[in-house]
């Protein structure tokens, strides 16, 4: 279909931004790569009375490392974080999950921002951040803030972002010499939603895996931190049965709701095969 | 000075190499514009929400989605279709062996496919047949069943 009417505003400035925002509170909307926004409003499932364009703040844009900290802006789009040698070097687990996100064209124009804003419950990022733990830089009128990824995803499209903020960078600590990661996903067809996927990453130590991080997305209404299951694993190895102990512990991490294809249990059990394939891959 | 906020914008880009300046309804997508103010049909336009691919088009040399993006977005920048990639000859080889290898029957995905394989053939010239089909995972051929398409592409590759 074609999206309804409404009126555009390319802005010029943050502050503009604010003053839009202001003005006409939950009627206006903030267009960025539009990949969601402009696939919801063809099919009419939003109708904003206003978009403000906030693509060309090229402040807002790049990646940038800065004493051992990746500062990514929000309108860094998926192909240049999947492109990025600073990325593949420091934090390789957005270079694995990139390739998972729907297709070369939307990767092309679609921002990291925008997917962390929208929050849906089946993206990639949002679970990459919580891994991660990013921290989210939010601009206001009055002001920055800063929020840990772990607090800012708050359910199903729901964020700690207000209606007069922009998520204008995110932060994340860069990997170390014993860091690993590895980013697994289950689709129907390449590029479709994931069904469930996992981010995980861990210090290698020794052949022991340390400060083990699993994030899953699909699984919840907003990414999901398996901590039993992290803990179950801490400082082990990876063998046949430590893996069976954190996937048993998963049981009580995750409470899927099923879908319109999986039943919550088919759901559990692709989360605890991705569990093996992510465990055995860190450690090998 | 408050922002400029309209429901239609003087929008100037340049399409297929000539500049354009129209004045266009914010909500008209770019594939809308191309379509039916410019007369470029060889775009196609399946399902507008960015699930098809046959709405591929190039801005600023990548390819894109001409159904999530608004024509006021394209205000400064360089589009690419169909009818210009395949006037300067960019695509020829690929078209040579769509052709060839028999790589569309009803030809209305053709369009989008071969401005998303020419992305391929451009940056990744040893691309594998795996990495053909997820490059193209965004672009659906109801009729060919893609064996072909892959093929078609190969051969260019292989070249």
Same mark, same amino acid.
Do not use: N, W
């Given at each position: 279909m074609k999206a309804p009417p409404f009126a555009y505003a390319r802005a010029r400035s943050l502050a503009e931004v604010f003053e839009l925002l202001a003005a006409h509170g939950d009627g206006a909307k903030l267009l960025a790569g539009g990949q969601s926004l402009i696939a919801s409003l063809n099919m009419r499932l939003s109708s904003p009375r206003l978009l403000i364009d906030?693509?060309?703040?090229?402040?807002?844009?790049g990646i940038q490392v800065r004493d051992g900290r990746v500062r990514i802006g929000a309108l860094t789009t998926h192909a240049e974080i999947e492109r990025s040698p600073e990325i593949r070097r420091h934090l390789p687990l957005l270079a694995q999950a990139a390739?998972?996100?729907?297709?070369p064209a939307i990767r092309n124009t679609g921002t990291i921002g925008g997917s962390l804003a929208l929050a849906?419950?089946?993206?990639e990022w949002p679970a990459c951040c919580v891994a991660l733990d990013a921290q989210f830089v939010i601009a206001g009128k009055a002001g920055a803030r800063r929020i840990a990824a772990r607090d800012f995803f708050k359910g199903l499209y729901a964020t700690?972002?207000?209606?007069?903020e922009v998520l204008t960078h995110i932060e994340i600590a860069g990997a170390g010499p014993d860091h690993r990661s590895v980013f697994v996903e289950l689709a129907?067809?390449?590029?479709?939603?994931?069904?469930v996927g996992l981010a995980a990453v861990a210090k290698r130590v020794g052949g022991t895996l340390k400060d083990l991080q699993l994030a899953f997305l699909g699984m919840g209404q907003a990414p999901v931190l398996a901590r039993r299951a992290m803990a179950a694993m801490e400082?082990?190895?990876?063998a046949a049965d430590t893996i069976a102990a954190a996937s048993e512990a998963l049981s009580r991490d995750l409470d899927p709701a099923p879908d319109l294809y999986s039943s919550a249990a088919t759901k559990m059990h692709l989360a605890r095969a991705l569990t093996g394939r992510a465990l055995a891959a860190l450690a090998a | 000075m408050s922002p400029i906020m309209e429901q239609a914008l003087e929008t100037t880009l340049t399409v297929n190499g000539t500049s354009v300046t129209r004045r266009i309804?914010?909500?008209?997508?770019l594939i809308d514009f191309l379509r039916e =103010?410019? $007369?470029?049909?060889g775009s196609h336009v399946g399902c =507008?929400? $960015?699930?098809?691919?046959?709405c591929t088009v190039r801005v600023d040399g990548k390819i894109v989605r001409g159904c999530l993006m608004?024509?006021?977005?394209?205000?400064g920048r360089r589009v690419d279709t169909i009818e210009g990639l395949s006037d300067s000859g960019e695509l020829a080889e690929l078209q040579e062996a769509f052709h060839r290898r028999n790589?569309?029957?009803?030809?209305?995905c053709t369009p989008g496919m071969l401005i998303a394989a020419q992305e391929l053939v451009a940056n990744?010239?040893?691309?594998?047949r795996e990495r053909i089909r997820e490059h193209l995972s965004g672009n659906y051929c109801?009729?060919?069943?893609?064996q072909a398409i892959v093929d078609a592409i190969e051969d260019v590759l292989k070249k």
């Open positions: 906030i693509t060309r703040l090229t402040e807002l844009s390739p998972h996100i729907a297709h849906d419950p089946a993206a700690a972002l207000r209606p007069d129907q067809r390449r590029g479709d939603y994931a069904m400082g082990k190895r990876a | 309804p914010a909500r008209q997508h =103010e410019l $007369g470029l049909t =507008e929400h $960015g699930v098809c691919g046959t608004l024509a006021v977005q394209a205000d790589a569309l029957q009803c030809g209305f990744e010239p040893g691309a594998s109801r009729c060919t069943g893609y």
